[in-house]
């Protein structure tokens, strides 16, 4: 599934990156030392944390995505800095566990 196909389900508002990213799995931390070493490559990862901090974490695991939920403001220096790493940065209003519940559903109907 890509990031594309779940947009307008999930509530997803594109912010910055590539939606043509596939998502393999899903993950919510907002500890960054805990999802550095449990997170996988290709997840989706929710987190509450809006500082650049989570730009390093998405680099080194490799996720598809960061997504920062219930409508938590995000710095226009963490927008630029994750435009200028490529990362792929969502927001939405939807709370961690409800979007990945979402998105799991979501997932299954068009697999």
């Known amino acids: 599934m890509k990031i594309s196909d779940i947009l307008e389900e999930c509530k997803l508002k594109l912010v910055t990156g590539n939606p043509d990213r596939d998502i393999k799995g899903y993950y919510a931390c907002d500890l960054l030392s805990w999802a550095i070493s449990h997170a996988n490559e290709g997840d989706l990862w929710v987190t509450v944390m809006n500082n650049i901090n989570i730009l390093a974490v998405a680099s080194l695991v490799d996720v598809s995505c960061i997504v920062i939920p219930e409508d938590i403001e995000i710095p226009q220096a963490l927008i630029e800095k994750a435009q200028e ?3 792929t940065l969502l927001s ?5 566990a409800e979007l990945i519940i979402k998105a799991h559903e979501f997932s299954k109907n068009i697999g």
């Open 85 to 87: 790493r490529e990362v």
């Open 92 to 96: 939405t209003p939807l709370q961690a």
